[in-house]
């Protein structure tokens, strides 16, 4: 009798190791602990081995959450999204997207980031990157709000604010000038601003001064007389700058007036200016056009150096107040001090005959930058080296198409074509046969829906390529959609080859005339011919699945044995 194999007809699993305890990963909690994002690290059954504290924005204490399964966290309908993502950072992939949390707080969206984390070689956990949607929406209404009290600033200041288009007519003037000038908004918009506003004999001397700045895009200053409704004129100092569209085209003139005839109230808003400046925790300078430090904050003068008011600048100072006094324009630049680095936008105000400097520090900026410049460098290496084929498409004509936007090495190699051949064009010319495929009504619902699909394993066959494909496709962020598949041609060939194989051995070994018989190493019995029917009396669906010992062997040779071994 011939013995089958044992797991001959069972499909392989590789064994995941069991992660009990956090101690097994190795992870630098120092420098996650304090993160603002929510991080946490989970084992390959999906239950959490470790939190950082930001989670206690959301009325989390880091000890609850320990030992808890991921999908008690999310609303039960993105639990197979869950699943899915873990699938893929569980072979060693980086998963990426959008999910709803349950907070104590009620739930929020977060975007997500998690990675596998390895040891020998093998994924033993995955970290996961929260961050929440929610705050960022809760940070553009602050940015709104912000807008809107800038907008009632300029209301209630008691400094002239005019805006003046490029044809010269008045669309905008605050209260302030309003009621110096004796008007009604409805009175002055639509006016011509140099026949209404100002005197005759001013007329050619502010047209310079708006020609200069269409062509310079800088800033301005000069004082000129204004008119107003009972014929009375105010000399005014104005501070003026041209504001341009997308296309860098001259759109219209913004100003900030200041009646100079009320020296007590100009004097109180400069120091109020110069209370502000020296309170602002960010590094303020002012340069006279021959390298003199007029003005330094606090911050401007911890930089260190050789800063000292009343004194020339430093050389690099030098050089960069030159260039931008040249230039006549605002420009900015990198500087570093020690560890720092901090980016300066200098303002000339050439009329003034000095420049402003507002520095920031733009180190953690920088940093995040490089950190993603080098995540992307890492998915890019992903990308290109990866076994499975990757195509990335964009909907075109409302979904009716699909164009390629990328494709990797191994899609290259799998369906024998250039990346050249695919980008920018349709798949419906590349692979014709793609909707009777079925691919392509995958690509619309995953499309339209954003929920992920696995296309099952199919054939696809056009007049160029055959083969045997599996697809799994997803959607981005960004609306494009993303195919990842394999060519398991070989397998399904190999497949049928073996059920060939087996059907003939079928068919010799019902003919034969001796008992042919198979059993596991169980004794169990998973082959019985018709010759084995014939001689021991037992049909197949009699004998398969038994023992064969305690069905054909006489029981006083079965206790002879077991005596024997005793």
């Not at 929406?137 to 400094?159: G, H, R």
């Not at 808003?269 to 590094?283: D, R």
């Not at 190699?413 to 010319?429: M, P, R, T, Y």
């Not at 954003?450 to 199919?458: C, D, N």
Request: with cysteine; proline share 3%; charged share 30%.
């Amino acid at each position: 009798m011939k013995k089958q194999k044992k797991g001959a007809n069972r499909k392989k699993y590789s064994p995941t190791k069991l992660i009990k305890g956090l101690e097994t990963i190795e992870i630098n909690k120092e420098l996650i602990e304090n993160s603002w994002d929510i991080i946490v690290v989970s084992n390959l059954k999906a239950r959490i081995l470790y939190v950082n504290k930001a989670v206690k924005r959301y009325g989390f204490s880091k000890e609850e959450l320990i030992g808890k399964f991921l999908y008690k966290l999310i609303p039960k309908k993105q639990i197979p999204f869950l699943a899915s993502e873990m699938i893929k950072v569980l072979k060693g992939r980086i998963s990426k997207g959008n999910m709803e949390v349950l907070t104590k707080k009620g739930i929020i969206t977060c975007e997500f980031v998690s990675t596998p984390i390895k040891k020998n070689g093998k994924v033993i956990a995955l970290q996961t990157i929260l961050r929440g949607i929610t705050e960022r929406k809760k940070a553009d209404e602050i940015i709104k709000k912000e807008k809107k009290f800038n907008e009632t600033l300029v209301q209630v200041s008691p400094a002239f604010f005019v805006a003046i288009n490029a044809e010269g007519k008045t669309i905008m003037m605050n209260k302030a000038m309003l009621s110096a000038l004796g008007y009604t908004l409805k009175e002055v918009e639509g006016k011509d601003y140099l026949k209404t506003f100002v005197p005759k004999r001013d007329h050619k001397m502010l047209s310079k001064v708006f020609e200069k700045l269409t062509k310079l895009h800088g800033a301005s200053l000069n004082e000129n007389h204004i008119l107003t409704k009972d014929g009375k004129e105010l000399l005014v100092e104005w501070h003026g700058r041209p504001i341009f569209n997308e296309n860098g085209k001259f759109d219209y003139f913004f100003g900030v007036g200041i009646d100079i005839t009320e020296r007590k109230k100009a004097e109180e808003e400069t120091q109020s200016q110069a209370k502000f400046l020296s309170e602002n925790p960010n590094p303020i300078m002012r340069i006279s056009q021959d390298g003199i430090l007029l003005y330094a904050n606090g911050a401007a003068l911890a930089l260190g150096g050789k800063l000292k008011i009343g004194k020339p600048i430093e050389e690099k100072w030098r050089k960069i107040s030159k260039k931008t006094y040249e230039d006549n324009q605002i420009t900015e630049q990198e500087v570093p001090v020690g560890d720092i680095l901090y980016l300066f936008t200098i303002i000339p105000i050439k009329g003034a005959s000095y420049m402003n400097v507002y520095g920031r520090d733009i180190t953690k900026q920088k940093k995040a930058e490089e950190n993603l410049k080098e995540s992307e460098d890492n998915f890019k290496n992903l990308f290109e080296n990866m076994s499975s084929g990757v195509a990335v498409y964009k909907a075109a004509n409302n979904g009716k198409d699909f164009i390629f936007t990328n494709f990797n090495k191994a899609g290259e190699k799998i369906d024998n074509i250039k990346l050249e051949d695919v980008i920018g064009k349709s798949v419906l010319k590349v692979f014709p046969e793609v909707k009777k495929f079925g691919l392509f009504e995958t690509f619309q619902r995953v499309w339209k829906t954003g929920k992920p699909e696995h296309h099952p394993i199919s054939i696809y066959k056009d007049k160029r390529l055959t083969g045997w494909r599996e697809n799994y496709v997803y959607k981005l962020p960004s609306g494009r959609i993303v195919a990842i598949y394999n060519d398991i041609t070989k397998q399904k060939k190999a497949k049928e080859a073996l059920k060939e194989s087996e059907d003939k051995f079928r068919t010799i070994s019902s003919s034969a005339r001796d008992a042919i018989i198979m059993i596991d190493n169980e004794g169990k019995v998973n082959y019985w011919n018709y010759a084995a029917e014939k001689l021991f009396g037992y049909k197949s669906k009699e004998i398969l699945g038994k023992n064969l010992h305690k069905v054909i062997t006489p029981q006083r040779y079965i206790k002879a044995y077991i005596c024997k071994r005793i």
